[in-house]
């Protein structure tokens, strides 16, 4: 019996270890890999990892419009790019101190109109995705994405009017800079993606008490009065067909 128990701790540690490793494996994929932007994905973690796996992408037939900001690195920012870099074990091409003057910047792309995203997520094409983010609280949607770019990029991305997120026939995204009425197409790959941020889903009921989205929050932002995190815990009544 003694000898049992022994063979069933050391098989539990092994699954254990096994598990802490296949884990990490993903950590260190998901450290290099990035959502694209528009996508969902799920947060998933404890107090030792945090990682996001991408498992869909919002629907939308019209492109959505980006806007292309310049933000310049600080401790922080930095040191999540410097991390990246590391681990995909690319050449830094960026110096930085605190002690500059004049710190060197990256461009944050952001879908900035919430309204938009959330009249989208409770359309008809996405009855889907929204059944499906009821499921879970750690579902997210990524609506920014923070890169550096070549020179020759960061200009057409500043001095574009218009830029705009699109899909192909393939259901592939696109990223268009629109300048002086001539569209360019940007390839993604041509951006080294190195952080992102997402926004959470606030549910609520619209007059016929049905479940829907009524906004989005990011990071610690609480959602508004009469809506929930949860959307299991918005009531579920029975549909008043005669309320107009």
């Not at 701790?9 to 494996?25: D, E, K, N, P, R």
Request: proline content about 2%; overall charge positive; charged content about 25%.
């Amino acid at each position: 019996m003694k000898h049992f128990f022994r063979y069933l701790f050391l098989s539990l540690v092994l699954i254990f270890i096994g598990s802490c490793a296949s884990y990490q494996s993903k950590i260190q994929t998901a450290a290099i890999t990035f959502p694209e932007l528009g996508s969902l994905v799920n947060v998933k973690g404890n107090f030792l990892f945090e990682y996001e796996e991408q498992i869909g992408m919002l629907n939308f037939d019209q492109g959505l419009l980006v806007s292309a900001m310049e933000l310049p690195f600080n401790k922080a920012s930095y040191t999540k790019y410097f991390n990246f870099l590391e681990k995909a074990n690319r050449i830094n091409s960026v110096s930085y101190t605190d002690s500059m003057p004049y710190k060197p910047k990256y461009i944050r792309l952001q879908l900035l109109d919430k309204i938009e995203l959330t009249q989208l997520l409770n359309n008809e094409t996405n009855i889907g995705v929204r059944s499906y983010l009821e499921n879970d609280l750690d579902y997210k949607l990524v609506t920014s994405i923070d890169v550096t770019v070549t020179d020759e990029l960061r200009s057409i991305l500043m001095e574009a009017e218009t830029i705009l997120l699109q899909k192909d026939g393939r259901n592939k995204l696109l990223l268009y800079a629109v300048h002086n009425n001539q569209k360019k197409l940007i390839d993604f790959s041509s951006l080294e993606v190195f952080d992102f941020n997402y926004v959470s889903f606030c549910w609520g009921e619209d007059r016929y008490h049905e479940k829907l989205i009524k906004a989005l929050v990011q990071g610690n932002e609480i959602c508004p009065k009469n809506t929930h995190a949860k959307a299991s815990k918005v009531k579920s009544r029975t549909k008043s067909y005669l309320k107009l």
